[in-house]
């Protein structure tokens, strides 16, 4: 949608090259996962720095003494840290140099601040729930203003596949301890999205005037002018899968469009895309311009 929308506002932006725009939206989710998973695994590595530091005082507290680095040192983060392959990602993202380890060491110690960290950090606690405190480690992240700032720093507008990346995370820290090449799960191939969003891109831009066309007559009182632009990138694409893909049911990408719009668009959104969605469904449908086969049939 988002290459939609930039070819709408450059007129002079060619078709051929939206795919090259396109791959590299999906390099950017990739390394957008990446990234985020670095974070978590150097965050908990600050657990080891401060474990360092106390052995070096000459005078540790009580709650120094009964420190313990375990938010590191668990066979789930450790899964991730003896992971060559993952590491060599890392380092062949140049990570290292997106963030400064200030900014690392000031996230770990707004976590520390918990009480029930303090308590996981504990050396008295025996029963330590260490995917329990990862996942709550992500969940305090996502809240996190300098966190936040340091991944949109490197990869504007993440919050695009903002909740696409928060999934693919939250799978991937339940899976721990870590096997191989996990992350190639959320590498997309060609026989995958990446095949679908090319061909999808095609369709809406190959077609563009004969889709304005179908959505114009469905408008009622608006003109087609006064329609939000994002709104009528919507509706195209809908059109583009309804008319295209023949395994997609129809209420699936109805279904579909109308939770987009929620995230992208006005807050009237929602309404005007779900009720002109549904007059061009039923009237495609009428005129048996819609070919459905397999799973696409569910909904029929």
Request: glycine share 2%; aromatic share 12%; charged share 30%.
């Amino acid at each position: 949608m988002q290459i939609l929308f930039a070819k709408n506002r450059d007129p002079y932006l060619l078709e051929t090259h939206l795919p090259k725009i396109f791959d590299q939206s999906i390099q950017n989710s990739f390394n957008l996962y990446l990234f985020q998973l670095y974070l978590v695994q150097h965050i908990c590595k600050q657990a080891k720095n401060v474990a360092d530091k106390i052995q070096n005082k000459y005078l540790p507290s009580v709650d120094d003494k009964n420190f313990v680095p375990v938010l590191y040192e668990n066979e789930l983060i450790q899964s991730l840290v003896q992971n060559k392959k993952l590491q060599k990602l890392f380092d062949k993202g140049g990570f290292v140099q997106w963030v400064d380890e200030d900014v690392l060491k000031n996230i770990y110690s707004e976590f520390a601040k918990l009480d029930w960290y303090k308590a996981y950090a504990d050396k008295a606690t025996e029963d330590k729930n260490h995917l329990e405190t990862l996942l709550e480690l992500y969940r305090f992240l996502r809240k996190n203003v300098l966190f936040n700032e340091t991944v949109e720093d490197q990869l504007y507008n993440w919050e695009d596949d903002d909740s696409l990346i928060i999934g693919a995370i939250k799978k991937t820290l339940k899976s721990l301890p870590a096997k191989d090449e996990f992350y190639k799960e959320y590498m997309l191939t060609e026989t995958d999205t990446l095949a679908f969003g090319k061909s999808l891109l095609h369709a809406v831009v190959e077609n563009d005037e004969e889709y304005a066309a179908i959505i114009k007559p469905t408008l009622r009182n608006w003109e087609a002018e006064r329609v939000a632009v994002v709104d009528m990138i919507l509706l195209k694409m809908a059109i583009a899968e309804f008319l295209n893909f023949e395994s997609i049911p129809t209420n699936a990408t109805l279904n579909e469009y109308v939770e987009l719009s929620k995230i992208y668009s006005t807050p009237k959104s929602k309404e005007f895309i779900n009720g002109v969605l549904d007059k061009i469904m039923k009237d495609l449908l009428q005129k048996n311009l819609i070919k459905k086969s397999g799973r696409g049939l569910l909904a029929e």
